[in-house]
């Protein structure tokens, strides 16, 4: 499986626990897991790991559905960046991408976006028009909202997920040899 492969079913993933709550189904497969998808040799992702672990062992459906009422908000980018949604819904329709999970400037229809163009051979086009959207919406977004997760969750499973989506982040800064701005 190409690397692109491997994170655009990560992004699939993430894209799904912050979409909505999750229902019985979908948590009970999750606890079926032993580990998160994909274990970095990174602080984030031996952090997430961890939390994701406890997760596993000892939490609830009703610890994550309480969880995501709360960070709810943060999963769209207008909580951060005045204008997110119109400045997504112009460049989804500059590009033909129909949003297909909740609002336009939700992290899960960024991260559903994401999912598409590595799911495919990257040309020079399609990799330059990744990198403007990663440089100017996802990792400015991403990296404040993954802060946020880990400061404000109250379940082991979000708590993880906030650690997951900074490694996710860090990851395709490397990638694609984005430059973290200071």
């Known amino acids: 499986m190409r690397v692109g492969e491997i994170y655009g079913v990560l992004a699939i993933a993430l894209a799904n626990h912050f979409n ?3 229902d019985v189904t979908q948590f009970m497969q999750i606890k079926k897991s032993k ?3 994909v274990q970095n040799d990174t602080q984030a992702s031996r952090a997430g790991s961890a939390l994701y672990s406890e997760f596993l062992q000892n939490e609830s459906s009703a610890a994550l559905c309480d969880d995501f009422v709360i960070l709810e908000p943060y999963f769209k980018a207008r909580y951060y960046f005045n204008a997110a949604d119109e400045d997504l819904a112009k460049f989804y329709k500059s590009i033909n991408f129909t949003p297909k999970m ?3 400037d939700s992290i899960s229809n960024q991260l559903v976006f994401i999912a598409a163009v590595l799911k495919n051979e990257l040309n020079e086009n399609s990799e330059k028009i990744l990198k403007a959207f990663l440089t100017g919406f996802f990792l400015p977004y991403a990296t404040a909202l993954s802060q946020d997760i880990k400061a404000k969750a109250q ?3 979000y708590g993880a997920m906030g650690y997951f989506l900074e490694d996710f982040c860090k990851n395709l800064q490397d990638i ?3 430059k973290q701005r200071a």
């Open 155 to 157: 379940s082991k499973f």
């Open 35 to 37: 580990t998160w998808l």
């Open 102 to 104: 909740g609002e336009v």
């Open 20 to 22: 909505k709550i999750l």
């Open 176 to 178: 694609f040899g984005i």
